[in-house]
């Protein structure tokens, strides 16, 4: 079956720049989403579609690819950021998520 | 806003059929696929299906020969049934709209998630 792979785990001090990455088997040719979870909430869209962000979600966040891996990158991260980052993408018609990262700002 | 919003017992016995509710809001059901997303505590996310309007479905195949998913368009609900449940299949499990086109798909909106515990 069709894998996502992320780092457990990424620390940024306040203020700094965060990047969390996916990598998967021919990712360069699928579209990759991310969400956030923040502790005890449902997931929210924060980009869609490689590198769009959706209405709303901080123009701290941005994504983009290099290849087969997809970057999510929180510029200025805050402490409101602290959370779990997911990836996804489309294998043909299943969708798969990546295991998650969890984000600390310290 | 579309609003979603699961519901259903808490508590399933062992063998039984998991069954839940998602019940949409401030937008119609039509001309959208509605998935499943679970996920185990401490876990990530786990996508179990989708269905669109006119009923089409997709599952996620190491669940497929238990899980279906409903959809009511008169209700504006679409429901998830979940058939010979162990504890593996405790989880929070949330609805979510599909949005995108073909290959390019993403979930945009969520429901507040129903904990299900599976335990006799």
């Known amino acids: 079956s069709y894998e996502l792979s992320q780092p457990p785990s990424v620390s940024v001090p306040p203020g700094q720049t965060a990047s969390i990455t996916c990598s998967g088997d021919?990712?360069?040719?699928?579209?990759t989403s991310w969400y956030q979870q923040k502790a005890g909430q449902s997931p929210v869209l924060v980009i869609q579609?490689?590198?769009r962000r959706p209405s709303g979600i901080p123009d701290r966040f941005s994504g983009s690819k290099s290849g087969n891996t997809a970057t999510l990158t929180i510029s200025g991260t805050q402490p409101v950021d602290e959370a779990d980052y997911y990836c996804?993408?489309?294998?043909?018609?299943?969708?798969?998520f990546g295991g998650g990262t969890k984000l600390t700002v310290l | 806003q579309v609003q979603l919003q699961e519901s259903g017992p808490g508590l399933v016995d062992p063998s039984e059929t998991l069954s839940l509710t998602c019940t949409v809001s401030?937008?119609?059901?039509?001309?959208?696929?509605w998935s499943w997303v679970r996920q185990p505590p401490g876990k990530a996310l786990e996508w179990i299906g989708y269905?669109?309007?006119?009923?089409?479905?997709n599952y996620i195949p190491s669940l497929k020969d238990r899980v279906i998913i409903l959809v009511d368009t008169s209700k504006n609900e679409v429901s998830l049934k979940l058939g010979s449940v162990t504890v593996a299949d405790a989880a929070v499990y949330y609805c979510?709209?599909?949005?995108?086109?073909?290959?390019?798909?993403?979930?945009?909106?969520w429901g507040q998630g129903k904990l299900v515990i599976v335990s006799p």
């Open positions: 579609e490689n590198r």
């Open positions: 021919k990712l360069g040719d699928k579209y």
């Open positions: 269905i669109d309007y006119r009923g089409n479905t």
């Open positions: 996804q993408a489309w294998d043909t018609t299943t969708a798969v």
């Open positions: 979510a709209r599909v949005r995108g086109s073909t290959n390019n798909q993403y979930f945009d909106s």
């Open positions: 401030g937008g119609s059901i039509t001309n959208y696929y």
